[in-house]
């Protein structure tokens, strides 16, 4: 299923050489959208299949998908919908406005077990971020999967992923 997938992101376009700056302010050649793709109802079910895939083989099950950054949330979504595991978005920011919250969605618990999910992996920041974000709930952060990881892991929690750069060469 894996290459069924990587057709379907080459197809969709999501590798984009150019002169980008990332969100960790480094330079690159290279932009991973994932955003794109998934606004593709096919391409965004294959990614969800994959991680409920990765899920499956963790030895402990997450009671909580947390969504990482502006890409993770469609991403978390649709797999907490089929997991049928309550979804938590983190800001990066406490809102100025409304209610002012950082944590939506479902609000994790001391016995919670989270699982941050986030589209591409570079440094870590929106991960980073997001672990932060939740450590005022007192929960567990079991680790985090990604779409696509660009670098190797910086992070102190476990990092999986479905795809790395080497796999559209």
Known sequence: MKEKLIQELKRSGIL????????NGA?????INI?????DPKILDLIC????????NLN???????????????IATLLSHKSKIPLTMVREKIKNHGLTYQIEGYIPKRDDLVLIIDDVFSSGTSIRNT????????????GAIVCIKREENTLEIP??????LEDFT
């Open 16 to 23: 984009i050489y150019g002169d980008f700056k990332l969100k």
């Open 27 to 31: 330079s690159s050649n290279l932009y």
């Open 35 to 39: 955003k794109k793709a998934t606004g």
């Open 49 to 56: 299949e994959e991680l409920l895939q990765i899920i499956s």
């Open 60 to 74: 402990e099950k997450p009671s909580t998908i947390a969504a990482s950054g502006y890409g993770g949330i469609p």
């Open 131 to 142: 672990a932060k974000g939740l450590e005022k709930t007192g929960a567990r952060i079991a």
């Open 159 to 164: 990092l999986d992923y479905i795809l790395t």
